[in-house]
């Protein structure tokens, strides 16, 4: 139902992409886990720059769309990866954890698939900010069970998992993580 419509959101991502290879610095040999990726919106940007690009999610609708792009579509839920442990150099969760159901599996599938130096990268709503706020009652107005939390909140999230985030940015009402096995 959302597929059709979800790219005309987010139609240029490529200062986003451009801001993710920054922070995480892929390597030409690597490989991209683009978790919760949808349509591939970002995923898409990785194809030529790491060696494999796949997109995780469970609507069937979103995989099409992304399988259109050339981007490897695979459907699970972020809380059972069907991937091997240290199989993953980066781990991209943009504008998708709060939509993960159990979110602290989640993180320890994300750890447990990503290589000793890989990189998780997040970009995240604050639910602290007023247009964070507005976010969490639009989603939950269109029927999502979303889970927001605070920049600091979603640290100790990581920690939890035996995690360390190495780079915090808040810009507006959106935050960026980058992630590593501690």
Not at 11 to 16: G, K
Not at 18 to 40: H, K, M, N, W, Y
Request: net charge positive; proline share 3%.
């Amino acid at each position: 139902l959302v597929s059709p419509f979800y790219d005309r959101f987010h139609r240029d991502n490529r200062q986003l992409v451009a801001f993710i290879r920054e922070s995480v610095q892929p390597s030409r040999e690597g490989r991209l886990l683009d978790l919760g990726g949808g349509t591939a919106r970002v995923g898409r940007g990785f194809v030529g720059v790491v060696g494999q690009v796949l997109v995780v999610d469970v609507s069937q609708g979103m995989l099409r769309r992304a399988g259109r792009r050339g981007v490897a579509a695979v459907r699970a839920r972020a809380e059972a990866l069907p991937f091997p442990d240290s199989c993953v150099d980066i781990v991209l969760m943009v504008d998708a954890f709060h939509h993960f159901g159990d979110q602290a599996r989640a993180l320890s599938e994300v750890r447990r698939v990503l290589t000793q130096s890989g990189r998780v990268f997040v970009q995240e709503f604050d639910r602290g900010r007023p247009l964070g706020r507005l976010a969490v009652v639009f989603e939950w107005l269109v029927g999502f069970r979303s889970h927001f939390y605070r920049p600091r909140e979603l640290v100790e999230q990581f920690a939890a998992v035996g995690m360390t985030v190495d780079l915090l940015e808040q810009r507006g009402v959106v935050y960026y993580l980058v992630a590593r096995k501690s």
